[in-house]
């Protein structure tokens, strides 16, 4: 079974400063997808940035971007220039082609002003 | 907005009682699954269902039952409710397309008391 790993419960960043939270997975598969998704005390889940697993190049959204390494099956989020509506939990999560979200634990940001 | 909708948006029971939880999800898309999130078992996958046929099963307990209907919309039937079944509840729709991002709703919180 696909398994999700977040060792970060908790991480904290000074506005406009760069953080990176980690993220990193188990499958035997070679053909997936890898999401961050954010939730803010709202409790929405948002889409932040989408990975395919057999595109080498690494995602980009803006001020969000990922470092995957398929072979070491890592899958981090880094968020450069931090702003206070970043403030939310973070979730790592794994999908093979038109199945289920595997979710990670979260990881909690915390902005700080 | 994802254009996903939920309702009702808070549930407050007692145990030993059933409700349902519906969900329609965005105009065209054929799958719906539903996931639950709580504090201690994190984000699970529940159940999954692609125009009207249940697709897979996860985590559902065999209290819990769902059905998709001819309009698309879904229903998730919580019976016999116990005291660790409180959390939040999350619908999320996609085409059913080989690369199908998962857009979710803004949940249905749940109350057992």
């Known amino acids: 079974a696909q398994t999700v790993t977040q060792s970060q419960p908790e991480m904290s960043v000074q506005e406009a400063e760069t953080v990176t939270l980690s993220c990193t997975y188990d499958t035997s598969e070679s053909d997936y997808y890898l999401f961050w998704y954010k939730q803010p005390p709202s409790r929405q889940m948002i889409l932040v940035i989408r990975q395919e697993a057999y595109k080498q190049q690494n995602a980009t959204e803006n001020r969000f971007s990922v470092n995957f390494q398929k072979a070491a099956k890592s899958f981090s989020l880094k968020i450069s220039d931090s702003q206070l509506g970043d403030a939310a939990m973070y979730f790592c999560a794994y999908r093979k082609y038109g199945n289920k979200l595997v979710f990670g634990a979260g990881t909690i940001l915390r902005v700080k002003s | 907005d994802s254009g996903v909708t939920q309702t009702p948006k808070h549930l407050i029971t007692a145990t030993g009682q059933r409700v349902t939880l519906r969900c329609s999800p965005r105009?065209?898309?054929?799958?719906v699954y539903w996931y639950q999130q709580s504090l201690d078992q994190g984000l699970q996958f529940l159940i999954h269902y692609y125009n009207g046929e249940e697709r897979a099963k996860g985590n559902i307990l065999e209290r819990f039952s769902a059905q998709q209907f001819p309009d698309l919309h879904s229903e998730l039937n919580l019976s016999s409710l116990e005291l660790g079944d409180s959390a939040l509840y999350f619908c999320?729709?996609?085409?059913?397309?080989?690369?199908?991002?998962?857009?979710f709703g803004p949940g249905t919180r749940l109350t057992v008391l």
């Open positions: 999320a729709s996609s085409d059913g397309q080989v690369y199908n991002e998962q857009f």
């Open positions: 105009s065209g898309d054929l799958s």
